[in-house]
């Protein structure tokens, strides 16, 4: 831990560390993954695990004064061991070579909930004010996609027009805008500085009209659902009612207005078209976060005044449960009963037809589930077969490949649980939920603390959206709800012993190490590909094999090398890497698919065979 120490030293130089360095820290490390296409890949996940590291140490060894609460010692333990767990999986994985890439994307998590969990007591407002600012940047250059394309624009061919930049999936940045959103009311609502609450306020338009622009319905449905678990877990209920009532119309007020221009909501728009409307809705929206940030300035000085009588607030809740009666029996009127309105959804949601429609508008009112039902049920058929411990980590795609009706490509499995539980088995889900439920329930336990509800509601909209998509492979969207967790577990704690700090300091020993290699491996894979775009083939050559010996489980190196080889005449060379990629990874149908490409006689048709039985709908499986 010497770097760890170096780093206390100049802390100490400096006299008490920075109030600031908590937010600097989330602010940088969140917007750095989330600016790397999201962290999807593996490029960023080394230098986090790392740094995320680094600052647990330096936690550790600066003082005696390190604490950690027993709801954030045990989600650590917990994380720590569905960590073990997935790189436990190798061993018995149809893919070795994603089983130990989820690995360390998943030390990403232990690692940084260990040092938000360390770093939190001194200031959770601002390390949370560090993840808002994250997302807020993050998303207002993806806006701005959008509304200056003349000058920002970015190709949205894949996404049909729906905004995805820089995190690169469209329902992933909406939950990402949905999140930030939530803790921006938390603020605007409950910071102890009022700057800090018209800055927040003023980013909710900016939020808000990111999160339309995505036209994911899931993301909306995740804010609402997070929204309403903030006024229930609440114990200031009647000022945040307040400040949804003086805040929401700017922000709705923002999105009705991008809704209605009409080049901004079409697949294809032209872009002249495309960059008028956005110049223009640029202007709207700086008046309507400029309104909403005065009207948090005006409304902070009466908040602390708020208070109603208990007659007004027993009026208010009477109020509202007729509300509610009035809303449940017009809804049964106009669609029928709850039972009828439950089956007409879910065969909307199984059906096969897509969620579009003349404008992008009209995919937030489908009910389509896109697939995913389909995706459900093959996973469910791998449950069955391998309950205790499944197929190993991220290996979703190779039963989608082989069980697959239609030939759509799928790699992850819209479900964050039924994945876990398909591809790490009883075991792996229990790790995962217990993990995730431990900072829910430590945070309905502290709900009264300030900002608690606010975070709460973040948490539980990544939650809910985790059961329709696969933003836990989505590093930097991840990451925020990681902090929000542990904000949630703080709780006051006795310093660390003698022997607690051991077995954190050799945990965050682990964590570091695997940081290193993490890194360390990726780096003859860099020099690779430079080696490739300049056709040094003996460079390359060499490169590959090192990459090997680093990870000999892994069949990305010779792939990248045998393409390339093979794209430019060297057959024998070709077949040579194809034939090593396939000993490393015999259930990568791509790689046998290369390997019959380079291959002749008896043994194209060999690789050809294993194609069709790996992936039946495949080009290649129509071959004779």
Same mark, same amino acid.
């Given at each position: 831990?010497?770097?760890?120490?170096?780093?206390?030293?100049?802390?100490?130089?400096?006299?008490?560390?920075?109030?600031?360095?908590?937010? /600097?820290?989330?602010?940088?490390?969140?917007?750095?993954?989330?600016?790397?296409?999201?962290?999807?890949?593996?490029?960023?996940?080394?230098? !986090?695990?790392?740094?995320?590291?680094?600052?647990?140490?330096?936690?550790?060894?600066?003082?005696?004064?390190?604490?950690?609460?027993?709801?954030?010692?045990?989600?650590?333990?917990?994380?720590?061991?569905?960590?073990?767990? !997935?790189?436990?999986?190798?061993?018995?994985?149809?893919?070795?070579?994603?089983?130990?890439?989820?690995?360390?994307?998943?030390? +990403?998590?232990?690692?940084?909930?260990?040092?938000?969990?360390?770093?939190?007591?001194?200031?959770?407002?601002?390390?949370?004010?560090?993840?808002?600012?994250?997302?807020?940047?993050?998303?207002?250059?993806?806006?701005?996609?959008?509304?200056?394309?003349?000058?920002?624009?970015?190709?949205?061919?894949?996404?049909?027009?729906?905004?995805?930049?820089?995190?690169?999936?469209?329902?992933?940045?909406? $939950?990402?805008?949905?999140?930030?959103?939530?803790?921006?009311?938390?603020?605007?609502?409950?910071?102890?500085?009022?700057?800090?609450?018209?800055?927040?306020?003023?980013?909710?338009?900016?939020?808000?009209?990111?999160?339309?622009?995505?036209?994911?319905?899931?993301?909306?449905?995740? $804010?609402?659902?997070?929204?309403? &678990?903030?006024?229930?877990?609440?114990?200031?209920? +009647?000022?945040?009612?307040?400040?949804?009532?003086?805040?929401?119309?700017?922000?709705?007020?923002?999105?009705?207005?991008?809704?209605?221009?009409?080049?901004?909501?079409?697949?294809?728009?032209?872009?002249?078209?495309?960059?008028?409307?956005?110049?223009?809705?640029?202007?709207?929206?700086?008046?309507?976060?400029?309104?909403?940030?005065?009207?948090?300035?005006?409304?902070?000085? =009466?908040?602390?005044?708020?208070?109603?009588? *208990?007659?007004?607030?027993?009026?208010?809740?009477? #109020?509202?449960?007729?509300?509610?009666? +009035?809303?449940?029996?017009?809804?049964?009127?106009?669609?029928?009963?709850? #039972?009828?309105?439950?089956?007409? !959804?879910?065969?909307?949601?199984?059906?096969?037809?897509?969620? *579009?429609?003349?404008?992008?508008?009209?995919?937030?009112?489908?009910?389509?589930?896109?697939?995913?039902?389909?995706?459900?049920?093959?996973?469910?058929?791998?449950?069955?077969?391998?309950?205790?411990?499944?197929?190993?980590?991220?290996?979703?795609?190779?039963?989608?490949?082989?069980?697959?009706?239609?030939?759509?490509?799928?790699? %992850?499995?819209?479900?964050?649980?039924?994945?876990?539980?398909?591809?790490?088995?009883?075991?792996?889900?229990?790790?995962?939920?217990?993990? =995730?439920?431990?900072?829910?329930?430590?945070?309905?336990?502290?709900?009264?603390?300030?900002?608690?509800?606010?975070?709460?509601?973040?948490?539980?909209?990544?939650?809910?959206?985790?059961?329709?998509?696969?933003?836990?492979?989505?590093?930097?969207?991840?990451?925020?709800?990681?902090?929000?967790?542990?904000?949630?577990?703080?709780?006051?704690? @006795?310093?660390?012993?003698?022997?607690? @700090?051991?077995?954190? =300091?050799?945990?965050?020993?682990?964590?570091?190490?695997?940081?290193?290699?993490?890194?360390?491996?990726? $780096?003859?894979?860099?020099?690779?590909?430079?080696?490739?775009?300049?056709?040094?083939?003996?460079?390359?050559?060499?490169?590959?094999?090192?990459?090997?010996?680093?990870?000999?489980?892994?069949?990305?190196?010779? $792939?990248?090398?045998?393409?390339?080889?093979?794209?430019?005449?060297?057959?024998?060379?070709?077949? %040579?890497?194809?034939?090593? /990629?396939?000993?490393?990874?015999?259930?990568?149908?791509?790689?046998?698919?290369?390997?019959?490409?380079?291959?002749?006689?008896?043994? @194209?048709? %060999?690789?050809? =065979?294993? &194609?069709?039985?790996?992936?039946?709908?495949?080009?290649?499986?129509?071959?004779?």
């Amino acid at each position: 831990m010497a770097i760890a120490r170096v780093g206390v030293r100049l802390l100490k130089a400096r006299g008490r560390p920075p109030r600031s360095l908590p937010a /600097a820290g989330a602010f940088l490390v969140v917007a750095a993954v989330a600016f790397d296409q999201g962290g999807y890949f593996p490029g960023p996940w080394g230098w !986090t695990i790392l740094a995320a590291a680094w600052a647990a140490a330096v936690a550790l060894v600066g003082g005696k004064r390190a604490r950690l609460a027993r709801p954030a010692a045990a989600t650590a333990a917990l994380l720590a061991a569905f960590t073990a767990w !997935t790189a436990l999986s190798t061993t018995w994985s149809l893919s070795p070579t994603q089983s130990a890439l989820e690995t360390q994307r998943v030390a +990403v998590y232990a690692a940084a909930f260990l040092a938000a969990a360390l770093w939190v007591r001194r200031s959770p407002e601002r390390l949370l004010t560090g993840v808002w600012a994250a997302v807020s940047v993050v998303c207002g250059w993806s806006l701005l996609t959008r509304l200056v394309p003349d000058r920002f624009g970015v190709d949205y061919v894949i996404s049909g027009n729906r905004l995805s930049a820089p995190v690169g999936y469209w329902n992933s940045l909406g $939950l990402f805008a949905a999140i930030g959103a939530l803790l921006a009311l938390a603020l605007a609502h409950e910071s102890a500085s009022r700057l800090t609450r018209a800055l927040a306020a003023a980013t909710l338009p900016l939020l808000l009209t990111t999160l339309y622009f995505t036209y994911s319905r899931g993301a909306w449905l995740s $804010l609402g659902f997070g929204l309403a &678990v903030a006024l229930a877990a609440s114990a200031r209920r +009647v000022r945040l009612g307040a400040a949804i009532v003086v805040l929401a119309p700017w922000a709705a007020v923002a999105v009705w207005r991008a809704a209605s221009m009409r080049p901004l909501t079409i697949a294809n728009p032209s872009l002249a078209a495309a960059a008028h409307d956005g110049h223009r809705l640029v202007l709207f929206l700086l008046l309507a976060s400029a309104c909403s940030g005065a009207a948090a300035w005006w409304l902070a000085p =009466l908040d602390a005044r708020l208070v109603l009588p *208990g007659t007004w607030l027993r009026a208010t809740r009477l #109020a509202g449960a007729a509300l509610a009666v +009035v809303a449940l029996i017009g809804v049964t009127v106009a669609f029928g009963s709850p #039972a009828t309105i439950a089956s007409k !959804t879910w065969h909307a949601f199984a059906g096969g037809g897509g969620a *579009g429609g003349a404008t992008l508008n009209s995919r937030l009112f489908s009910f389509s589930g896109s697939g995913r039902v389909t995706q459900w049920r093959i996973a469910w058929q791998e449950v069955q077969a391998h309950p205790i411990v499944g197929t190993g980590a991220r290996t979703s795609e190779i039963s989608w490949n082989r069980l697959r009706p239609t030939a759509s490509h799928v790699r %992850d499995v819209h479900n964050l649980y039924l994945q876990a539980l398909a591809e790490l088995g009883v075991i792996g889900l229990a790790f995962l939920s217990l993990a =995730l439920l431990v900072p829910l329930v430590a945070g309905v336990a502290s709900r009264r603390r300030p900002l608690l509800a606010g975070v709460l509601g973040a948490y539980a909209a990544y939650l809910l959206h985790g059961a329709v998509d696969w933003d836990w492979e989505i590093t930097g969207v991840t990451l925020p709800a990681i902090v929000c967790a542990a904000v949630l577990t703080r709780r006051p704690a @006795r310093p660390l012993g003698p022997r607690g @700090r051991r077995v954190a =300091l050799a945990g965050v020993a682990v964590l570091a190490a695997g940081g290193i290699y993490t890194i360390a491996a990726r $780096l003859p894979l860099n020099r690779l590909d430079t080696a490739l775009a300049r056709q040094e083939w003996a460079s390359a050559t060499h490169d590959a094999h090192q990459a090997a010996r680093l990870a000999p489980w892994s069949s990305e190196p010779y $792939l990248k090398l045998g393409e390339a080889e093979l794209a430019y005449g060297l057959t024998p060379e070709a077949h %040579d890497a194809f034939r090593s /990629a396939v000993d490393r990874d015999g259930n990568n149908w791509v790689a046998w698919w290369d390997l019959a490409q380079a291959s002749r006689g008896g043994e @194209r048709t %060999d690789a050809l =065979l294993h &194609v069709k039985l790996l992936n039946p709908l495949a080009p290649p499986a129509a071959f004779p």
